[in-house]
């Protein structure tokens, strides 16, 4: 799981996410990624732009991690 939580965002708090976070970790045998994003709203990738870019790139590497750490 890779939950991306923006620090700005107003329909779910920051605080919310990172307690998500921190109870899915200490529940799940499987890797739980966070990434809290600086000045990002909520739904903050519903408009191209350079963060939403390199936010993509790093979801695309989180999963090719898992793909390659489970075999073929």
Known sequence: MFVI??????LVPVQVARRF??????????????LELPCAQHAFDILAS??????TL?????????RARSGP
């Open 50 to 55: 350079i963060r939403t870019r390199h936010t």
């Open 21 to 34: 976070v921190d109870r899915l970790r200490a529940a799940s045998r499987q890797p739980v990624a966070y």
């Open 5 to 10: 939580q923006g620090a700005n965002d107003t």
């Open 58 to 66: 790093g979801v695309v590497r989180f999963l090719e991690a898992m």
